[in-house]
């Protein structure tokens, strides 16, 4: 239904625009003809603007709910096993980064350098400096 939805859309919005623009006209000449002040029915909208409006909504909104995926889950586990059944299923091809995170969606967040520990390694360092020292 992908097909339809983009059309679908632009015609609404193509509605829409005329319907907005015969309501920008039609309150035009109400406000520069003589009325007759006793008649507040005279500056009120026609029918067939606010019906041309809702079915151009309505089309809009069509269009845009047939052009979306489908949902996602919404349970973690249902999400994160879907992940790594997909993640097991592909070969990695593009590098290490890849391969860090098959199995757990996390593990490429955790693999990164903002969550390395800096004192556990100024450690290490210090006590590769003082191996060399002796």
Same mark, same amino acid.
């Given at each position: ?7 679908? !859309? ?42 041309? !409006? ?9 269009g845009?709910?047939?052009? !979306? ?13 879907k992940?790594? =059944? ?17 199995? @757990?969606?996390? @593990?490429?967040?955790?693999? =990164? ?22």
């Amino acid at each position: 239904m992908a097909w339809l939805s983009r059309p679908l !859309t632009l015609v609404g919005l193509v509605i829409l625009a005329h319907g907005c623009y015969s309501a920008y006209e039609h309150t035009l000449l109400a406000s520069t003809s003589v009325q007759h002040p006793a008649s507040p029915s005279a500056a009120a909208l026609p029918l067939d603007i606010y019906i041309e !409006t809702i079915v151009a909504t309505f089309m809009i909104l069509l269009g845009l709910v047939l052009g !979306t995926g489908a949902p996602e889950p919404i349970q973690w586990h249902t999400w994160a096993g879907k992940i790594e =059944r997909e993640a097991n299923g592909k070969s990695s091809l593009t590098g290490h980064a890849d391969k860090e995170a098959l199995g @757990n969606p996390y @593990n490429a967040l955790e693999a =990164r350098s903002g969550f390395i520990n800096i004192h556990k390694l100024h450690g290490d360092f210090v006590k590769y400096t003082q191996q060399l020292g002796k």
